[in-house]
């Protein structure tokens, strides 16, 4: 299409109109020149239900609660000195899912070969890390339910991604309605995180600056006054760490 229309056009998606740039200098041009031009968001019937009415990093306008959350979020997660401060929590869970293989391949004791399904070890890997730097714990420790089956992240997770790119017209097919209880479960599941970390922090046992998780971060900067939205803290507590997990 771009040998047809040129490096940059607009097509229909649905009811939304969507530009398609096609060269780097175009591109470019984009998000440094015209950056927050571009920084805007569609409003959405899911982004209002699973995104804490666009209290969630990534899916609101533009504007000063947008940069102050960018800044949380990258000062505070993505920055060089956060990765390294919490490099252990990688060379840990690398050690400890070496030896469960290990562990595995002992109990055998046969001298045979152990089949191991590697996508499953990887996803858990993971999945162990980002659980880890978010809420403090391990995933299946973070995740586990009071009958001792595990959580349904997985599913609350693909079902937040497919119905965030469904459309949705006066429900038809019940799409909003399952959006509504897909973002009940979820903050239920975050609000439970959000309430230990509470409870920890009301009994003295904070943990050391390094060894903060990003939850603790983030209800630290609230806790200390500063300003960033007209949200409630613990909106801007889950939302902002919700979006953390988007890629679970």
């Not at 998000?31 to 995104?51: G, I, Q, S, W, Y």
């Not at 001792?148 to 909003?176: I, M, N, Q």
């Not at 009301?202 to 806790?223: Q, T, Y």
Request: glycine share 6%; aromatic share 10%.
């Amino acid at each position: 299409m771009a040998d047809k229309y040129g490096p940059i056009f607009t097509i229909r998606m649905g009811v939304h109109k969507a530009l398609i740039v096609s060269s780097w200098e175009t591109a470019k041009e984009c998000f440094t020149t015209n950056d927050k031009v571009f920084a805007n968001r569609p409003k959405a019937v899911a982004l209002e239900h699973m995104a804490y009415n666009y209290a969630m990093f990534g899916c609101n306008p533009y504007g000063p609660y947008w940069r102050q959350v960018r800044k949380i979020a990258t000062l505070e997660v993505l920055s060089n000195h956060r990765l390294e401060l919490l490099s252990h929590v990688r060379e840990s869970e690398v050690k400890s899912a070496i030896k469960e293989i290990y562990e595995l391949y002992r109990v055998k004791n046969d001298n045979h070969a152990v089949k191991v399904e590697m996508k499953k070890w990887f996803g858990d890997l993971n999945m162990n890390v980002i659980f880890r730097k978010v809420v403090g714990k391990r995933y299946l420790d973070a995740t586990a339910s009071s009958d001792g089956k595990e959580d349904r992240c997985h599913k609350l997770s693909r079902d937040f991604f497919r119905l965030t790119g469904t459309f949705v017209v006066a429900d038809f097919g019940g799409h909003e309605r399952a959006m509504k209880e897909t973002a009940k479960e979820l903050d239920h599941v975050l609000e439970g995180w959000l309430e230990e970390h509470k409870r920890k922090r009301a009994s003295g046992e904070l943990p050391l600056k390094g060894a903060r998780d990003f939850m603790d971060v983030v209800i630290s900067i609230v806790d200390n006054g500063e300003e960033v939205s007209s949200y409630d803290a613990d909106t801007v507590i889950k939302s902002t760490s919700l979006r953390h997990f988007d890629h679970i």
